[in-house]
Protein backbone atom coordinates (compact mmCIF):
# COMPACT_ATOMS: atom_id res chain seq x y z
CA UNK A 1 0.00 0.00 0.00
CA UNK A 2 1.47 3.33 -1.11
CA UNK A 3 1.88 6.31 1.31
CA UNK A 4 -0.88 8.67 -0.64
CA UNK A 5 -3.49 5.39 0.73
CA UNK A 6 -1.58 5.05 3.78
CA UNK A 7 -1.46 8.57 5.02
CA UNK A 8 -5.12 9.57 4.86
CA UNK A 9 -6.41 6.51 6.43
CA UNK A 10 -3.72 6.89 9.00
CA UNK A 11 -4.86 10.34 9.65
CA UNK A 12 -8.54 9.60 9.41
CA UNK A 13 -8.12 6.88 11.96
CA UNK A 14 -6.49 9.47 14.25
CA UNK A 15 -8.73 11.77 13.73
CA UNK A 16 -11.98 9.47 14.35
CA UNK A 17 -10.21 8.46 17.58
CA UNK A 18 -9.33 12.03 18.94
CA UNK A 19 -13.69 13.33 17.80
CA UNK A 20 -14.59 9.75 19.98
CA UNK A 21 -12.90 10.61 22.77
CA UNK A 22 -14.26 14.11 22.36
CA UNK A 23 -17.39 12.71 22.65
CA UNK A 24 -17.22 10.54 25.65
CA UNK A 25 -15.04 13.41 27.58
CA UNK A 26 -18.62 15.28 26.86
CA UNK A 27 -20.64 12.86 28.02
CA UNK A 28 -18.68 12.03 30.88
CA UNK A 29 -18.99 15.67 32.35
CA UNK A 30 -22.49 15.94 31.07
CA UNK A 31 -23.29 13.31 33.89
CA UNK A 32 -21.17 13.35 36.41
CA UNK A 33 -20.73 17.12 37.25
CA UNK A 34 -23.94 17.95 38.41
CA UNK A 35 -25.48 18.57 41.49
CA UNK A 36 -28.58 16.72 43.29
CA UNK A 37 -30.54 19.55 41.65
CA UNK A 38 -29.69 18.71 38.51
CA UNK A 39 -28.06 21.90 37.66
CA UNK A 40 -24.75 21.87 35.94
CA UNK A 41 -21.80 22.71 37.36
CA UNK A 42 -19.30 23.05 34.76
CA UNK A 43 -19.90 25.47 31.62
CA UNK A 44 -19.94 22.86 29.17
CA UNK A 45 -19.79 25.61 26.46
CA UNK A 46 -15.47 26.14 27.41
CA UNK A 47 -15.22 22.59 28.37
CA UNK A 48 -16.07 22.12 24.49
CA UNK A 49 -14.26 24.89 23.20
CA UNK A 50 -11.73 24.00 25.54
CA UNK A 51 -11.44 19.76 24.06
CA UNK A 52 -11.56 20.91 20.65
CA UNK A 53 -8.62 23.59 20.72
CA UNK A 54 -6.50 20.53 22.55
CA UNK A 55 -7.70 18.21 19.77
CA UNK A 56 -6.92 20.60 16.84
CA UNK A 57 -3.20 21.14 18.58
CA UNK A 58 -2.96 17.54 18.21
CA UNK A 59 -4.29 17.15 14.60
CA UNK A 60 -2.14 20.08 13.82
CA UNK A 61 1.16 18.30 15.14
CA UNK A 62 0.50 15.27 13.34
CA UNK A 63 0.04 16.72 9.97
CA UNK A 64 3.44 18.27 11.16
CA UNK A 65 4.72 15.04 11.98
CA UNK A 66 3.78 13.88 8.39
CA UNK A 67 4.59 16.55 6.49
CA UNK A 68 8.45 16.83 8.47
CA UNK A 69 8.35 12.71 7.17
CA UNK A 70 7.78 13.76 3.75
CA UNK A 71 10.47 16.41 3.54
CA UNK A 72 12.82 14.48 4.47
CA UNK A 73 11.65 11.27 2.39
CA UNK A 74 12.58 13.91 -0.49
CA UNK A 75 15.77 14.51 1.05
CA UNK A 76 16.60 11.11 1.13
CA UNK A 77 15.68 10.50 -2.62
CA UNK A 78 17.92 13.18 -3.75
CA UNK A 79 20.33 11.80 -1.16
CA UNK A 80 20.89 8.88 -2.94
CA UNK A 81 20.80 10.67 -6.15
CA UNK A 82 23.57 12.27 -5.40
CA UNK A 83 25.33 9.58 -3.67
CA UNK A 84 25.31 6.75 -6.16
CA UNK A 85 25.90 9.16 -9.49
CA UNK A 86 22.58 8.27 -10.78
CA UNK A 87 22.44 4.34 -9.82
CA UNK A 88 18.72 3.38 -7.89
CA UNK A 89 19.56 2.25 -4.73
CA UNK A 90 18.53 -1.46 -3.85
CA UNK A 91 15.32 -0.55 -1.87
CA UNK A 92 13.79 1.52 -4.56
CA UNK A 93 14.57 -0.56 -7.57
CA UNK A 94 12.62 -3.39 -5.68
CA UNK A 95 9.07 -1.30 -5.39
CA UNK A 96 6.51 -1.55 -8.19
CA UNK A 97 7.28 0.52 -10.57
CA UNK A 98 3.64 1.78 -10.74
CA UNK A 99 4.00 2.89 -6.74
CA UNK A 100 4.10 6.03 -5.76
CA UNK A 101 7.26 6.22 -3.98
CA UNK A 102 8.88 4.78 -6.95
CA UNK A 103 6.83 7.62 -9.08
CA UNK A 104 8.12 10.31 -6.49
CA UNK A 105 11.79 8.90 -6.89
CA UNK A 106 11.83 8.83 -10.58
CA UNK A 107 10.04 12.46 -10.92
CA UNK A 108 12.91 13.85 -8.94
CA UNK A 109 15.60 12.29 -10.68
CA UNK A 110 14.30 12.88 -13.88
CA UNK A 111 14.07 17.04 -12.34
CA UNK A 112 18.05 17.09 -11.64
CA UNK A 113 18.98 14.67 -14.67
CA UNK A 114 17.26 17.31 -17.27
CA UNK A 115 19.04 20.44 -15.75
CA UNK A 116 22.61 18.46 -15.73
CA UNK A 117 22.33 16.92 -18.99
CA UNK A 118 18.77 18.03 -20.55
CA UNK A 119 17.83 14.84 -21.06
CA UNK A 120 14.49 14.29 -23.58
CA UNK A 121 11.55 12.06 -21.76
CA UNK A 122 12.16 9.06 -24.19
CA UNK A 123 15.85 8.82 -23.25
CA UNK A 124 15.22 9.61 -19.40
CA UNK A 125 13.18 6.76 -19.51
CA UNK A 126 16.04 4.28 -21.13
CA UNK A 127 18.63 5.97 -18.45
CA UNK A 128 16.23 4.92 -15.32
CA UNK A 129 16.51 1.26 -16.34
CA UNK A 130 19.58 -0.51 -14.04
CA UNK A 131 21.57 -1.91 -17.04
CA UNK A 132 21.19 0.97 -19.30
CA UNK A 133 22.23 3.28 -16.34
CA UNK A 134 25.62 1.03 -16.79
CA UNK A 135 25.99 0.69 -20.14
CA UNK A 136 25.71 4.92 -20.55
CA UNK A 137 28.64 4.94 -17.44
CA UNK A 138 30.72 2.99 -19.56
CA UNK A 139 30.20 3.96 -22.87
CA UNK A 140 31.63 7.69 -20.87
CA UNK A 141 35.17 5.75 -20.50
CA UNK A 142 35.44 6.04 -24.24
CA UNK A 143 37.07 10.16 -25.22
CA UNK A 144 34.83 12.07 -27.40
CA UNK A 145 35.75 11.43 -31.19
CA UNK A 146 37.97 13.37 -32.61
CA UNK A 147 38.74 13.89 -36.51
CA UNK A 148 42.18 13.69 -37.38
CA UNK A 149 43.50 16.10 -40.42
CA UNK A 150 44.18 13.95 -43.07
CA UNK A 151 45.08 15.40 -46.22
CA UNK A 152 42.98 14.03 -49.31
CA UNK A 153 39.71 13.36 -46.79
CA UNK A 154 36.95 15.41 -45.97
CA UNK A 155 34.99 13.46 -42.77
CA UNK A 156 31.93 14.57 -40.62
CA UNK A 157 30.14 12.20 -38.08
CA UNK A 158 27.26 12.03 -35.71
CA UNK A 159 26.78 11.88 -32.61
CA UNK A 160 30.64 13.18 -31.80
CA UNK A 161 29.69 12.22 -27.88
CA UNK A 162 28.36 8.58 -26.80
CA UNK A 163 25.76 9.52 -24.95
CA UNK A 164 23.10 7.58 -25.61
CA UNK A 165 23.72 3.51 -23.65
CA UNK A 166 23.23 2.17 -27.26
CA UNK A 167 25.54 4.55 -29.48
CA UNK A 168 27.67 3.51 -32.02
CA UNK A 169 31.62 3.06 -31.65
CA UNK A 170 33.05 5.24 -34.47
CA UNK A 171 36.48 6.39 -34.83
CA UNK A 172 38.98 7.79 -37.66
CA UNK A 173 42.98 7.02 -37.75
CA UNK A 174 45.22 8.26 -39.98
CA UNK A 175 47.52 6.02 -41.57
CA UNK A 176 50.81 6.12 -43.46
CA UNK A 177 49.17 6.22 -46.92
CA UNK A 178 45.46 6.89 -46.26
CA UNK A 179 42.98 6.85 -43.96
CA UNK A 180 41.40 4.03 -41.29
CA UNK A 181 38.03 4.37 -40.19
CA UNK A 182 35.37 1.96 -38.11
CA UNK A 183 31.83 2.09 -36.98
CA UNK A 184 30.59 -0.65 -34.74
CA UNK A 185 27.81 -1.17 -31.93
CA UNK A 186 24.41 -3.38 -31.41
CA UNK A 187 20.80 -2.98 -32.03
CA UNK A 188 19.95 -2.79 -28.16
CA UNK A 189 21.75 -1.39 -25.43
CA UNK A 190 23.72 -3.50 -22.94
CA UNK A 191 26.19 -3.80 -19.92
CA UNK A 192 28.21 -6.62 -22.68
CA UNK A 193 27.61 -4.49 -25.63
CA UNK A 194 29.19 -1.62 -24.15
CA UNK A 195 32.38 -3.44 -22.84
CA UNK A 196 32.66 -5.04 -26.34
CA UNK A 197 32.90 -1.21 -27.57
CA UNK A 198 35.39 -0.65 -25.04
CA UNK A 199 37.38 -3.51 -26.17
CA UNK A 200 37.32 -2.37 -29.43
CA UNK A 201 38.38 1.41 -28.71
CA UNK A 202 41.65 -0.53 -26.84
CA UNK A 203 42.13 -2.11 -30.24
CA UNK A 204 42.21 1.26 -32.38
CA UNK A 205 43.78 2.90 -29.80
CA UNK A 206 46.80 0.91 -30.17
CA UNK A 207 47.12 1.91 -33.91
CA UNK A 208 48.73 5.35 -33.01
CA UNK A 209 47.99 8.23 -35.49
CA UNK A 210 50.55 7.27 -38.92
CA UNK A 211 52.17 4.58 -37.53
CA UNK A 212 51.47 1.81 -39.75
CA UNK A 213 49.95 1.20 -43.02
CA UNK A 214 46.22 1.17 -44.29
CA UNK A 215 47.04 -2.56 -45.62
CA UNK A 216 48.46 -3.05 -41.53
CA UNK A 217 45.86 -1.65 -40.25
CA UNK A 218 42.89 -3.47 -41.61
CA UNK A 219 44.92 -6.99 -41.17
CA UNK A 220 45.67 -5.65 -37.15
CA UNK A 221 41.92 -5.20 -36.25
CA UNK A 222 40.76 -8.21 -38.04
CA UNK A 223 43.42 -11.09 -36.17
CA UNK A 224 42.88 -8.89 -32.85
CA UNK A 225 38.52 -9.42 -33.26
CA UNK A 226 39.37 -12.63 -33.90
CA UNK A 227 40.60 -13.27 -30.28
CA UNK A 228 36.90 -12.54 -28.90
CA UNK A 229 33.63 -13.65 -29.18
CA UNK A 230 31.36 -10.83 -29.87
CA UNK A 231 28.01 -10.80 -29.29
CA UNK A 232 26.32 -9.72 -32.63
CA UNK A 233 28.41 -6.88 -33.38
CA UNK A 234 27.92 -5.31 -36.22
CA UNK A 235 30.75 -3.51 -37.77
CA UNK A 236 32.03 -2.05 -40.64
CA UNK A 237 35.70 -0.76 -41.02
CA UNK A 238 37.48 0.64 -43.84
CA UNK A 239 40.79 1.69 -45.29
CA UNK A 240 41.08 4.36 -48.39
CA UNK A 241 44.76 4.72 -49.89
CA UNK A 242 45.71 8.57 -50.25
CA UNK A 243 46.98 7.36 -54.28
CA UNK A 244 44.34 5.26 -55.36
CA UNK A 245 40.47 4.62 -55.96
CA UNK A 246 39.95 1.61 -54.14
CA UNK A 247 38.29 0.81 -51.08
CA UNK A 248 39.03 -1.90 -48.64
CA UNK A 249 36.63 -2.97 -45.98
CA UNK A 250 34.86 -4.95 -43.52
CA UNK A 251 31.45 -4.78 -43.03
CA UNK A 252 29.28 -7.13 -41.41
CA UNK A 253 25.80 -5.10 -41.39
CA UNK A 254 22.75 -5.31 -42.78
CA UNK A 255 22.99 -1.56 -43.61
CA UNK A 256 25.11 -1.30 -46.77
CA UNK A 257 27.72 1.66 -47.17
CA UNK A 258 26.40 4.11 -49.87
CA UNK A 259 28.18 5.68 -52.65
CA UNK A 260 27.32 9.10 -53.39
CA UNK A 261 28.62 11.40 -56.33
CA UNK A 262 27.44 13.20 -59.32
CA UNK A 263 26.00 10.25 -61.22
CA UNK A 264 23.89 8.76 -58.55
CA UNK A 265 23.84 6.46 -55.66
CA UNK A 266 25.39 3.24 -55.62
CA UNK A 267 25.16 0.54 -52.86
CA UNK A 268 28.42 -1.05 -51.38
CA UNK A 269 27.68 -4.42 -49.69
CA UNK A 270 30.12 -6.74 -47.70
CA UNK A 271 30.14 -10.42 -47.64
CA UNK A 272 26.57 -10.78 -46.66
CA UNK A 273 26.86 -11.62 -43.03
CA UNK A 274 24.70 -9.53 -41.07
CA UNK A 275 27.05 -9.16 -37.95
CA UNK A 276 30.34 -10.35 -36.93
CA UNK A 277 30.31 -14.21 -36.50
CA UNK A 278 33.79 -15.08 -34.71
CA UNK A 279 34.00 -18.72 -35.99
CA UNK A 280 33.59 -17.43 -40.00
CA UNK A 281 36.22 -16.42 -42.05
CA UNK A 282 36.36 -12.92 -42.83
CA UNK A 283 38.03 -11.94 -46.08
CA UNK A 284 38.47 -8.31 -47.32
CA UNK A 285 36.12 -6.88 -49.53
CA UNK A 286 37.52 -4.46 -52.46
CA UNK A 287 35.71 -1.77 -54.02
CA UNK A 288 37.01 0.73 -56.78
CA UNK A 289 35.86 3.46 -58.40
CA UNK A 290 35.79 5.80 -55.17
CA UNK A 291 36.69 9.24 -57.13
CA UNK A 292 37.52 12.78 -56.01
CA UNK A 293 34.16 14.56 -55.04
CA UNK A 294 32.28 11.17 -53.83
CA UNK A 295 30.89 10.95 -50.74
CA UNK A 296 30.59 7.54 -48.52
CA UNK A 297 28.08 7.31 -46.24
CA UNK A 298 27.43 5.20 -43.24
CA UNK A 299 24.37 4.63 -40.88
CA UNK A 300 23.70 2.22 -37.84
CA UNK A 301 21.49 -0.50 -38.67
CA UNK A 302 18.65 1.25 -35.84
CA UNK A 303 18.05 2.96 -38.53
CA UNK A 304 16.13 0.29 -40.55
CA UNK A 305 14.54 -0.77 -37.73
CA UNK A 306 13.34 2.45 -36.54
CA UNK A 307 12.22 4.12 -39.92
CA UNK A 308 10.64 0.95 -41.20
CA UNK A 309 12.67 1.67 -43.97
CA UNK A 310 14.61 -1.41 -46.07
CA UNK A 311 18.30 -0.20 -47.76
CA UNK A 312 16.49 -0.04 -50.96
CA UNK A 313 13.90 2.18 -49.59
CA UNK A 314 16.08 4.79 -48.16
CA UNK A 315 18.44 4.87 -51.45
CA UNK A 316 15.09 5.72 -53.31
CA UNK A 317 14.14 8.41 -50.68
CA UNK A 318 17.76 10.33 -50.73
CA UNK A 319 18.51 9.74 -54.42
CA UNK A 320 16.95 12.62 -56.06
CA UNK A 321 17.07 14.82 -52.64
CA UNK A 322 20.80 15.04 -52.72
CA UNK A 323 21.16 15.01 -56.14
CA UNK A 324 19.78 18.34 -56.29
CA UNK A 325 20.83 19.73 -53.00
CA UNK A 326 24.85 19.20 -54.04
CA UNK A 327 26.48 19.26 -50.75
CA UNK A 328 29.88 20.49 -51.14
CA UNK A 329 31.46 18.99 -47.84
CA UNK A 330 31.09 16.15 -46.13
CA UNK A 331 29.37 18.46 -42.97
CA UNK A 332 27.21 19.66 -45.41
CA UNK A 333 26.02 15.78 -46.60
CA UNK A 334 25.84 15.31 -42.40
CA UNK A 335 23.51 17.81 -41.88
CA UNK A 336 21.28 16.87 -45.23
CA UNK A 337 21.56 13.80 -44.19
CA UNK A 338 20.10 14.42 -40.91
CA UNK A 339 17.08 16.83 -41.92
CA UNK A 340 16.06 14.76 -44.38
CA UNK A 341 16.05 11.50 -41.75
CA UNK A 342 14.40 14.28 -39.53
CA UNK A 343 11.39 14.54 -41.80
CA UNK A 344 10.82 10.72 -42.97
CA UNK A 345 10.56 10.84 -38.68
CA UNK A 346 7.78 13.23 -38.50
CA UNK A 347 6.15 11.48 -41.42
CA UNK A 348 6.02 8.08 -38.99
CA UNK A 349 5.41 10.54 -35.59
CA UNK A 350 8.97 9.04 -34.06
CA UNK A 351 9.67 11.43 -31.64
CA UNK A 352 13.56 12.72 -31.77
CA UNK A 353 14.37 10.46 -34.37
CA UNK A 354 18.22 11.10 -34.40
CA UNK A 355 18.67 10.24 -30.98
CA UNK A 356 19.74 6.39 -31.58
CA UNK A 357 20.89 6.81 -35.04
CA UNK A 358 24.96 7.14 -35.81
CA UNK A 359 26.42 8.49 -39.51
CA UNK A 360 29.77 8.72 -40.99
CA UNK A 361 30.50 10.23 -43.69
CA UNK A 362 33.74 10.73 -46.08
CA UNK A 363 34.79 12.38 -48.77
CA UNK A 364 37.95 12.65 -51.19
CA UNK A 365 38.92 15.72 -51.93
CA UNK A 366 42.26 14.37 -54.22
Known amino acids: MSYRVKLPILLGVISFLFFFIHFLFAEFTFTHWQNP ?4 TLNFNLVGIYSSFLLAL ?22 HIQDSENQIPKDIRNLNRNSDEYKIYKSVMFTLLQGEEGLGEEQFENKFDWKTIQATSLNKQIPDIKIPNSPGFDVAVFPSVM ?36 FI ?23 ALHQFAFLKLKLSAFVIQNKDDKMSFLHYMDMPIFQFSDHGIQVIEGSGDDHWYPNHKHPISMADGIEVGDYLVWASDRTLTQFGLTSFEIMEEFVDYLLDLRPSSSRQMLLAIAKKMS ?18 VVRRNK
Not at 62 to 71: A, K
Not at 166 to 188: N, Q, S, T
Not at 203 to 214: A, E, M, Q, R
Request: neutral net charge.
Open 37 to 40: KGEN
Open 201 to 223: HGIVSSFGDGLFSTEELLEKLKF
Open 343 to 360: ALGRERNLTNPMEKLSIL
Open 163 to 198: RYAGADYIRIVRAKDGLFGIIAGHMEPGILESSEKI
Open 58 to 79: CISFIVYYFLGFLYQYILHIIF
